[in-house]
């Protein structure tokens, strides 16, 4: 199994910044696209920003030019800097990765618990 904790979420007065953190651990042997969702209740859970394991990025427009993710392939961890942040960006975040496990023969998804960014105005 895979397993993914998110950290740094919390809460900030709009305009400030936040930094979101994932680790992975467990049997990996490799890791394809790393990324970060949100979800509110009653909606959908939507996609901020994921990266592959190259380094191409794609961002929810909505947050496009305040957000940045990045990742460490030698530690298998994805970052989220948040900035300029809205009270609409107030949201459980999930990191999500796309990894194949050393006994496993293809690629799956696996979710972390989600961390609660609440954006104050």
């Known amino acids: 199994q895979v397993q993914l904790v998110e950290s740094g979420g919390g809460l900030v007065q709009a305009g400030g910044s936040l930094r979101l953190s994932c680790a992975t651990s467990?049997?990996?042997?490799?890791?394809?696209?790393m990324g970060w969702y949100r979800q509110v209740p009653g909606k959908q859970r939507e996609l901020v920003a994921e990266?592959?394991?190259?380094?191409?990025?794609n961002y929810a427009d909505s947050v496009k030019g305040r957000c940045a993710i990045s990742r460490d392939n030698a530690k298998n961890t994805v970052n989220l800097q948040m900035n300029n942040l809205k009270p609409e960006d107030t949201a459980v975040y999930y990191c999500t990765v796309t990894a194949l496990e050393r006994s496993a023969w293809q690629y799956r998804d696996y979710w972390g618990q989600g961390t609660q960014v609440t954006v104050s105005s």
């Open positions: 990266i592959t394991r190259s380094g191409n990025t």
């Open positions: 467990g049997s990996i042997a490799s890791i394809s696209v």
